[in-house]
C-alpha cells in the first residue's frame, strides 16, 4: 500500500524532507494534500488514540507518525536509507535532530516573536535575528556538517558509512533552503566547506532526486515556508 | 559499565531529561562534568570521529549519542522506559520530540534573538515572545498532551499504554520547568489538564524519582538554565 504523506500542499516546508527520501527510494506515495485539499489532513491532527502535533504526518496503513525526524527514523530502513548497525542508525538519527535545528532556527529569522503573526509585525525583531544566524548560528551548522564528512573512517562523500542516508539527503535541502534564503550569507560559508558543497551537488545529481526537482512535484521556493527571501536578512 | 553522560554541571538543561531516566531506572551512571569540570565534555565536542553538536551527550562503551530525544531513543529499551513494539516505539519518541519543542520555545522565550547574548540584550523582543508563548504555545503544547492522555486506548494514567516511558518523564520535567518559569500561566492552563496534572505527580511520587528529586544531585532551577523565572515575562 502507499504511504500517505500529509502535509500543507503549497510549500516545501518540513514535509520536503520525507519527500526527498521517498522521491529517491521510488517509494510509492500519496502527497494527499495536495492531490485532495487540506481537509483530511486537518481531520488526521484530531484523529484519535495518537493524533500528530502538527504536519507533516505519514500514514502507513494503521500507523501515523508525526515530527519529521521521526518519520525519517521511520522509513530510513524500509527505503533502504539508513545503515544497518544500531550505531549506524542512532548516529543518522542525531545527526538528522541537529538538521533539524538548523530548520527550526532558520524559520526563526523571519518569525522570532510568533509563527502566528507576519513578517511585517516582527521584522525588526527579524533583523536582530537573522544577523546572529548569518554570522553565528549558520557558520556553525555548516562547518559542523563538514567536519562530520571529514571525520567520517569511510570517506568525506556520504554523513554515515559509504551509503546515501536520509541525513545526506535532508543535508541536501538544509543547503538548498539555505542559499534560497540567504544566498550571500551561505555562499560566504560554502567556500570553507568543500565536502558540504560536494554531498549537495552529489545529492542533486541523482537519478530520481533530478527528475523530481525537475518535475512539478517540487513545490518552488517562496515566502510561505520556512526558507524565505528576505534580501534585508542576508546583511 | 557505567553511562557516561556529559553535560553543562551548573543547569537542569535538556541534561535533566536523560538524569530522570537514568534516575528512574536505578542505572548506573556517571554525570561526568560534576564531577571533573567541563574539560573532558568540550573535548568530546572534538571527539572523531563521530562528534556530538553539543551536550548533552552519552557515552556508552564506545557509542556516543548527542541529541536529547536521541540519547532517550538509545536509552529506552535499555532501561525498560518504552514499550516493545514498534508502533509503541516510534508514537513515544514523537511524543519526546514534541516535548522537546516545547522546550526549545520555552528557551527561547528569554533568548528570541540569539543564544549567545545576555538576557538583559534582548528583554524587549523576550517580552513579546512570552506574551504569544503564554498565551499560545504553552497552552498548545499542554492540550495536546491532555489530548494524548484522554485518547490512550489504555487509560490517561500514561501516555504510551499501560507502562511508564521517558515520555512521561519528560512530561514531568516540561511541566516542572513551566510552573517554575511562568507560574502563574502554567497554572492557569494545568486548571484545565487534569489528567497532565495527575502523570506529574505520578512521576513525583515514583520512589526513585523522589529520592533523586530530594537529592543534591538534582541542581536546582536557576536562571542560567532553560527554564528562569523572569517575573516580567509571567504576564
Known amino acids: ?19 526527498l527520501a521517498l522521491e529517491e527510494a521510488g517509494a510509492a506515495y500519496v502527497d494527499v494534500a495536495r492531490e485532495d485539499g487540506i481537509d483530511g489532513m486537518l481531520a488526521g491532527l484530531d484523529g484519535p488514540p495518537r493524533p500528530p502535533f502538527a504536519p507533516p504526518y505519514l500514514r ?9 525526524a521521526a518519520i525519517l527514523l521511520y522509513l530510513g530502513p524500509r527505503l533502504g536509507l539508513v545503515g544497518e548497525s544500531e550505531a549506524d542508525r542512532i548516529w543518522t538519527h542525531q545527526i538528522q535532530l541537529t538538521l533539524a535545528d538548523a530548520v527550526a532556527e532558520a524559520h526563526d529569522t523571519h518569525h522570532p516573536i510568533a509563527s502566528r503573526l507576519y513578517y511585517e509585525e ?6 536582530r535575528r537573522a544577523e546572529d ?3 553565528h548560528r549558520l557558520p556553525k551548522f555548516l562547518l559542523w556538517l563538514e567536519r562530520v564528512l571529514a571525520a567520517n573512517p569511510e570517506g568525506p562523500r556520504h554523513l554515515v558509512g559509504h ?7 535532508s543535508l541536501f535541502q538544509l543547503v538548498e533552503g539555505l542559499a ?11 567556500a570553507d566547506t568543500p565536502k558540504v558543497v560536494a554531498l549537495h551537488r552529489l545529492v542533486a545529481a541523482r537519478p530520481r532526486i533530478a527528475a523530481y526537482l525537475a518535475s512539478d512535484r517540487r513545490v518552488p521556493f517562496n515566502e510561505d515556508g520556512i526558507f524565505r527571501r528576505y534580501p534585508e536578512l542576508d546583511g
Open 1 to 19: 500500500m502507499a504511504y500517505e504523506l500529509h502535509y500543507w500542499p503549497m510549500i516545501q516546508g518540513r514535509g520536503e524532507f520525507v519527500r
Open 60 to 68: 502507513d496503513g494503521d500507523l501515523v507518525i508525526g515530527q519529521t
Open 122 to 127: 516582527q521584522w525588526t525583531e527579524a533583523a
Open 133 to 135: 544566524f548569518r554570522t
Open 163 to 169: 551509503r546515501l542516508s536520509t541525513a545526506d539527503l
Open 180 to 190: 534560497y534564503a540567504f544566498p550571500r550569507a551561505t555562499e560566504r560559508v560554502l
